[in-house]
């Protein structure tokens, strides 16, 4: 069931800065990975997804990196923007036609 | 490409109701249909996955008789919450897949449902 009273780990940078966010993820025979950013309100928006065979991969203002022996996965966003401000969830999913296992999320703030 | 709807976008209902969530799938056809709940400062929380014709397989501790899934066609699946109550109060993501194979799924926007 659903623990109560959880909170989103939080980071918060100033605008042009650029982010980190981290995941740990736990299944060494996960071979996707992907990013989403969730805005207050709306569903997952697909960010960057990478697959094991790569370390990194980048995309516009975002970078994935993958270190399958500490099993983390971490998104840069380069010069970070308010509108950027969301909460950031990292998925991982075994095979393909598997299900996703969505990671706890991060909220980003982007001070002005 | 690959735009996936939810209707309604927010609905309110009293205690002891039943009300039905819709998910579709725009622009493909989606063998695979997927039920999130998410409550606040939370994550996305797999409730089940259906895939279209047969029934659908619900995570430990989901109820089916409580949260009732139809995937009758390869665009529409259905999401009925029975009999209501307060700690329903969620909100109801669906994603899809388009192919038994493929990893990428596309998610909808998502339903806001209060129980009062």
């Known amino acids: 069931g659903e623990s109560v009273g959880l909170h989103l780990p939080t980071l918060s940078v100033q605008e042009g800065d650029n982010s980190i966010i981290n995941c740990a993820y736990s299944n060494s025979a996960s071979d996707y990975f992907i990013w989403y950013k969730q805005e207050s309100g709306k569903g997952p928006q697909f960010i960057i997804d990478?697959?094991?065979?790569?370390d990194k991969r980048q995309g516009q203002r975002v970078t994935v990196l993958l270190n399958k022996t500490v099993k983390h996965l971490s998104l840069q966003i380069a010069a970070t923007q308010p509108g950027d401000s969301a909460v950031y969830f990292c998925?991982?999913?075994?095979?393909?036609?598997?299900?996703?296992?969505f990671g706890e999320g991060t909220q980003l703030t982007v001070n002005p | 490409g690959a735009v996936v709807s939810q209707h309604p976008s927010w609905v309110i209902c009293k205690s002891g109701t039943s009300v039905k969530i819709e998910c579709r799938s725009l622009d493909f056809q989606a063998t695979t249909m997927f039920w999130y709940r998410q409550f606040p400062k939370q994550s996305l929380m797999l409730m089940a996955t259906?895939?279209?014709?047969?029934?659908?397989?619900?995570e430990q501790g989901v109820e089916k008789d409580k949260f009732l899934i139809n995937h009758a066609s390869l665009t529409l699946s259905t999401l009925t919450v029975t009999s209501a109550h307060p700690e329903d109060s969620s909100f109801y993501i669906c994603s899809a897949r388009d192919g038994n194979f493929a990893y990428e799924q596309y998610f909808g926007p998502g339903t806001r449902l209060t129980v009062t």
């Open positions: 990478i697959r094991s065979n790569m």
């Open positions: 998925a991982e999913n075994e095979r393909s036609g598997s299900r996703l296992t």
């Open positions: 259906s895939n279209e014709g047969s029934k659908a397989t619900y």
